[in-house]
């Protein structure tokens, strides 16, 4: 054997080297980040990346990668890891990939070498089959690298495009997230953004000063309000990163780890007969049209207590979407929301709705449709904004969906609106309805004047109202009911709302190994 030179390290002194090494990136950067994340009220890459995985579980790849741009004076500054932390671990038990840009190095932007360890990753998830989480904090594409960064952009915005209905891809967005690299976040499953600390736009404020001569603000243009309330890209806004990564945590255990998986099942206490608060169901409903009532709480009473976790709350609050489990199993509900609208479909709700529909049916999540719903949102401003295009998405959306999908109308199914949601017709496999349902082309009102026009117009005064109260009892008579649609079996069961969390549980239960496959095509075309 070789004498060992004088020169050579011991192995001892290997070790210790990468025990150096490791701490030069590990500590003293993250000694570092923290001061300056602190100041800012955020955490860093590494503290967020604790909270998301089970303790102790991250294990980090790529920590020495470098880039090796020369460009800029860059040569003299190329820090390990390159401004993102890429790595796996267990979140619940359940294996998670995740990527955090690092705002402390090189503001996080995206450059060759980081850009390929997130497709590294990301291509590892895929291989694995498990969700990718990316924590989003970052200027954006690397300036010094010119069309390098714009290249990994896109490479990554391909690799969410292949995984897209694969596995469940989740964005944080804690920090800057500007210009085109915003898309990848957007063609994610869910993005979750934090109050005040957060934004997201395709361009800042100094370039819409210079470009339109319009003065505005980081927040007006994409802080956590305008995303969530008004452009609907945000799923959910937390009030701090703790609340947004705790939230994240929660929505993996609704979701299954990949599109070939179930979700996981948890333990549930639903009583198995009529309780005090199924009871309460049968009371809900107001006599009075005057009147409205939460189809929060109707849900709660029907889904596993304590298990709703909504979606776009403050986005098209006239339609909710939210994941739920029933008898410890996720389902996904999406239900009219009366006191919004009066429960309407404007093209803000269907685009919302339709999403979510096939985010569940991508990932095996049977859909719970609730409904009370008057119809499509009409109007000047709905029709040239394109209700019919959008409106179209949630028709098309439901009708492809191959997951178990029961239905309860609970009040109103007018015109479209029955169609859309959830009806038989578009393939849904139990259909309920409360003796509070009634289903028709139109509301009584509507179409007493448009059936009895002739009649009206040539009658007067007293004459008149009186033919207009006979026309609307007999109206309301035959067709606010359920029992037209319950004769042609569009309703399969008139049941008491104080069964129907019993009910829907059997039924989902009777579906649970349901079967269906939609025609062999490379891909449908939706109403985009
Ligand atoms: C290189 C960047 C950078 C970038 C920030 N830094 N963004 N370096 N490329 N894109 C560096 C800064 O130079 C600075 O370095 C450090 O990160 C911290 O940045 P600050 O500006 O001091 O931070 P702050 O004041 O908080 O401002 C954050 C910011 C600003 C608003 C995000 O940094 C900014 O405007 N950055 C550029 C944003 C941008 O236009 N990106 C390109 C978007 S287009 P030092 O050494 O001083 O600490 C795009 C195309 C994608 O992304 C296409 C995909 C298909």
Same mark, same amino acid.
């Given at each position: 054997?070789?004498?060992?030179?004088?020169?050579?390290?011991?192995?001892?002194?290997?070790?210790?080297?990468?025990?150096?090494?490791?701490? +030069?990136?590990?500590?003293?950067?993250?000694?570092?980040?923290?001061?300056?994340?602190?100041?800012?009220?955020?955490?860093?890459?590494?503290?967020?990346?604790?909270?998301?995985?089970?303790?102790?579980?991250?294990?980090?790849?790529?920590?020495?990668?470098?880039?090796?741009?020369?460009?800029?004076?860059?040569?003299?500054?190329?820090?390990?890891?390159?401004?993102?932390?890429?790595?796996?671990?267990?979140?619940?038990?359940? +294996?998670?990939?995740?990527?955090?840009?690092?705002?402390?190095?090189?503001?996080?932007?995206?450059?060759?070498?980081?850009?390929?360890?997130?497709?590294?990753?990301?291509?590892?998830?895929?291989?694995?089959?498990?969700?990718?989480?990316?924590?989003?904090?970052?200027?954006?594409?690397?300036?010094?690298?010119?069309?390098?960064?714009?290249?990994?952009?896109?490479?990554?915005?391909?690799?969410?495009?292949?995984?897209?209905?694969? &596995?469940?891809?989740?964005?944080?967005?804690?920090?800057?997230?500007?210009?085109?690299?915003?898309?990848?976040?957007?063609?994610?499953?869910?993005?979750?953004?934090?109050?005040?600390?957060?934004?997201?736009?395709?361009?800042?404020?100094?370039?819409?000063?210079?470009?339109?001569?319009?003065?505005?603000?980081?927040?007006?243009?994409?802080?956590?309000?305008?995303?969530?309330?008004?452009?609907?890209?945000?799923?959910?806004?937390?009030?701090?990163?703790?609340?947004?990564?705790?939230?994240?945590?929660?929505?993996?255990?609704?979701?299954?780890?990949?599109?070939?998986?179930?979700?996981?099942?948890?333990?549930?206490?639903?009583?198995?007969?009529?309780?005090?608060?199924?009871?309460?169901?049968?009371?809900?409903?107001?006599?009075?049209?005057?009147?409205?009532?939460?189809?929060?709480?109707? &849900?709660?009473?029907?889904?596993?207590?304590?298990?709703?976790?909504?979606? +776009?709350?403050?986005?098209?609050?006239?339609?909710?979407?939210?994941?739920?489990?029933?008898?410890?199993?996720?389902?996904?509900?999406?239900?009219?929301?009366?006191?919004?609208?009066?429960?309407?479909?404007?093209?803000?709700?269907?685009?919302?709705?339709?999403?979510?529909?096939?985010?569940?049916?991508?990932?095996?999540?049977?859909?719970?449709?609730?409904?009370?719903?008057?119809?499509?949102?009409?109007?000047?401003?709905?029709?040239?904004?394109? &209700?019919?295009?959008?409106?179209?998405?949630?028709?098309?959306?439901?009708?492809?969906?191959?997951?178990?999908?029961?239905?309860?109308?609970?009040?109103?199914?007018?015109?479209?609106?029955?169609?859309?949601?959830?009806?038989?017709?578009?393939?849904?496999?139990?259909?309920?309805?409360?003796?509070?349902?009634?289903?028709?082309?139109?509301?009584?009102?509507?179409?007493?004047?448009?059936?009895?026009?002739?009649?009206?117009?040539?009658?007067?005064?007293?004459?008149?109202?009186?033919?207009?109260?006979?026309?609307?009892?007999?109206?309301?008579?035959?067709?606010?009911?359920?029992?037209?649609?319950?004769?042609?079996?569009?309703?399969?069961?008139?049941?008491?709302?104080?069964?129907?969390?019993?009910?829907?549980?059997?039924?989902?239960?009777?579906?649970?190994?349901?079967?269906?496959?939609?025609?062999?095509?490379?891909?449908?075309?939706?109403?985009?």
């Amino acid at each position: 054997m070789p004498e060992q030179t004088a020169t050579e390290p011991t192995t001892a002194e290997r070790i210790a080297a990468l025990d150096a090494r490791h701490r +030069q990136v590990v500590e003293t950067a993250e000694d570092r980040a923290r001061q300056k994340q602190h100041q800012k009220g955020k955490l860093t890459a590494r503290e967020r990346l604790d909270l998301l995985f089970d303790s102790g579980s991250f294990v980090e790849l790529d920590e020495f990668v470098r880039h090796r741009c020369t460009e800029y004076g860059m040569s003299g500054d190329r820090p390990d890891g390159d401004g993102v932390i890429t790595g796996y671990g267990t979140v619940d038990g359940r +294996q998670v990939c995740a990527f955090s840009q690092d705002f402390t190095i090189l503001g996080g932007s995206m450059g060759e070498a980081c850009g390929g360890k997130v497709m590294k990753l990301m291509d590892l998830a895929m291989k694995i089959g498990c969700p990718v989480v990316g924590i989003n904090d970052s200027g954006g594409a690397r300036i010094q690298e010119g069309v390098l960064s714009l290249a990994h952009y896109a490479e990554i915005g391909r690799r969410n495009v292949l995984a897209s209905g694969v &596995i469940p891809q989740i964005s944080l967005i804690m920090g800057p997230c500007a210009g085109g690299a915003v898309y990848s976040p957007a063609m994610t499953d869910v993005t979750v953004m934090v109050r005040d600390t957060s934004y997201m736009f395709v361009t800042g404020p100094e370039v819409v000063a210079a470009v339109m001569g319009e003065r505005t603000t980081r927040d007006e243009l994409g802080g956590a309000e305008t995303n969530s309330e008004v452009a609907g890209n945000v799923h959910h806004v937390a009030d701090d990163e703790p609340a947004a990564i705790a939230w994240v945590r929660d929505l993996l255990g609704y979701l299954p780890s990949n599109n070939l998986e179930e979700p996981p099942v948890f333990a549930h206490a639903g009583a198995p007969e009529v309780t005090d608060r199924d009871r309460h169901l049968d009371g809900i409903m107001p006599d009075s049209a005057n009147r409205t009532y939460d189809m929060v709480e109707l &849900i709660e009473r029907v889904v596993d207590e304590d298990s709703l976790l909504p979606f +776009q709350e403050s986005f098209a609050p006239n339609i909710i979407c939210a994941l739920a489990s029933v008898e410890g199993r996720s389902v996904g509900v999406v239900a009219n929301q009366p006191g919004h609208l009066a429960g309407a479909i404007d093209l803000d709700a269907s685009v919302k709705a339709a999403r979510f529909v096939r985010m569940c049916d991508a990932f095996r999540i049977p859909i719970l449709t609730l409904v009370d719903v008057p119809g499509y949102l009409p109007g000047v401003q709905q029709e040239r904004m394109g &209700i019919i295009r959008h409106g179209a998405k949630l028709l098309y959306a439901y009708s492809e969906a191959t997951v178990p999908l029961v239905t309860v109308v609970v009040g109103k199914a007018y015109g479209g609106g029955y169609a859309v949601m959830g009806s038989k017709h578009l393939g849904a496999d139990i259909n309920l309805a409360w003796p509070t349902a009634k289903i028709a082309v139109m509301g009584a009102g509507g179409a007493v004047l448009m059936l009895y026009r002739k009649a009206l117009a040539t009658a007067e005064g007293a004459d008149r109202e009186r033919l207009l109260a006979k026309y609307t009892e007999e109206y309301r008579q035959l067709f606010d009911s359920p029992y037209i649609a319950a004769e042609r079996g569009y309703v399969d069961r008139v049941i008491r709302p104080s069964q129907t969390r019993l009910e829907v549980a059997r039924a989902l239960r009777a579906l649970r190994h349901k079967r269906a496959e939609l025609p062999a095509k490379r891909h449908g075309n939706i109403p985009l």
